[in-house]
C-alpha cells in the first residue's frame, strides 16, 4: 500500500479518533442520537480538520514557537466560524440541532491534536490527507453510532422509520449512548487485532 493511501487508512482505522485513540468524546455522545445528526457532525469535522490541516502545514514554519498553539487556534476557529456561517445559511435546521457542538470543535482534541503531531511536521498534501482519514474515521464513528442509537431508541434509521417508532428511549438519551460507544468500540478493536 502507497504512504499516501496509508495516511488515509490509518485514520480510518488504526488512529481512529472515537474507536482506538478515543478523543472528540464530547461530540460523539452528544450529537449521536440520529445517524443524520451523527453524520453532519463528522462531516463539519472533516471540512475544519482538512483546511486547517492545509493552512497550518504551510505557515507553520513562519510561527515562532511560543504561539505556535494560539495561532493554530487562530486558523482553526477561522474554519469553524466558515462552517457556522454555511451551516446557518443552508442547513438552519442541523445547525439548530447540533446547536454549541459546532462552534466547540474549535476546542476538539482531534483538529488541534492533528494540528500540532501532524500537519505542524509534515508537507501540505500528506497533511490534507491525514486530514481526510482522521475526518472520515470520525464521521463514520459518528455516524454509526448515530445510526445504531437511532435504530435501538426510535425504530428508524436515517429518518426512515421501519418498526413504527417503537424502540427503547433509553438509547436516544446519555445512558445509551454510553453503552452503544463502549459496544462499538470492544467491536472495532476486536475485528482490529484479528488483522
Avoid at 119 to 124: E, L, M
Avoid at 130 to 140: E, K, N, Q, S, Y
Wanted: glycine fraction near 10%; proline fraction near 4%.
Amino acid at each position: 500500500m502507497s504512504n499516501k493511501l496509508k495516511l488515509i487508512t490509518d485514520g480510518l482505522v488504526k488512529n481512529n479518533p472515537t474507536f482506538v485513540l478515543i478523543l472528540g468524546m464530547c461530540p460523539t455522545l452528544a450529537t449521536t442520537t440520529s445517524a443524520v445528526n451523527g453524520l453532519s457532525m463528522g462531516l463539519a469535522t472533516l471540512f475544519v480538520l482538512v483546511l486547517s490541516n492545509i493552512v497550518i502545514s504551510a505557515i507553520a514554519r513562519f510561527i515562532p514557537d511560543k504561539v505556535h498553539i494560539p495561532a493554530y487556534i487562530v486558523v482553526i476557529a477561522t474554519f469553524v466560524t466558515l462552517v457556522q456561517f454555511l451551516m446557518q445559511a443552508y442547513t438552519p435546521a442541523m445547525y439548530e440541532t447540533l446547536g454549541l457542538f459546532i462552534p466547540l470543535i474549535v476546542v476538539n482534541c482531534i483538529i488541534l491534536g492533528r494540528a500540532e503531531a501532524f500537519a505542524s511536521k509534515n508537507g501540505v498534501w500528506d497533511s490534507a490527507l491525514d486530514g481526510i482519514g482522521v475526518g472520515l474515521g470520525f464521521t463514520c464513528s459518528l455516524t454509526v453510532l448515530g445510526a445504531v442509537r437511532e435504530i435501538l431508541g426510535s425504530g428508524s434509521i436515517f429518518g426512515w422509520n421501519f418498526l413504527g417508532g417503537d424502540g427503547m428511549l433509553a438509547f436516544v438519551m446519555a445512558p445509551g449512548a454510553f453503552l452503544c460507544l463502549g459496544y462499538l468500540m470492544v467491536l472495532f478493536n476486536k475485528f482490529l487485532k484479528k488483522d
